[in-house]
């Protein structure tokens, strides 16, 4: 399929779907007048593209667990290098969550302290 019938059947942009290719996520072949023609598998894995992406990994991540994916949610393969990343990408996220719960607090201490003051 040509990259417009993906991109209304995926309702991915072309300049999307041409980066993911980019990136090494979707592969494609070329016709003849230099079109690119995408599998039938490719909706599929758009799928599990944004799937991924919406999970907060990133690209280069993706690209290495992409092929342990299985249908559009995606399920994934059990592996032990993917389970590593994936660990790793979890303990990140957690990170983030504490210094933004810590950032969080601050905020409401210097609010809670500015408005128990008053109009002085």
């Known amino acids: 399929m040509r990259i417009g019938e993906l991109a209304h059947r995926t309702g991915v ?4 779907l041409r980066y993911y290719e980019e990136q090494g996520l979707l592969s494609t072949t070329r016709t003849g007048g230099g079109f690119r023609d995408y599998g039938p598998e490719a909706p599929t894995v758009v799928q599990q593209i944004r799937a991924l992406l919406a999970a907060g990994l990133s690209t280069r ?3 290495d667990i992409l092929p342990c994916a299985h249908g559009p949610a995606p399920d994934l393969e059990s592996h032990p290098d ?3 990343v994936l660990r790793h990408e979890l303990g990140q ?9 810590e950032t969080r607090d601050l905020l409401a201490c210097y609010l809670a302290a500015t408005e128990a003051r008053g109009d002085r």
């Open 61 to 63: 991540v993706i690209r």
């Open 82 to 84: 993917m389970l590593a």
């Open 93 to 101: 996220v957690e990170a983030r969550l504490e210094c933004l719960s």
């Open 13 to 16: 942009s072309h300049r999307l």
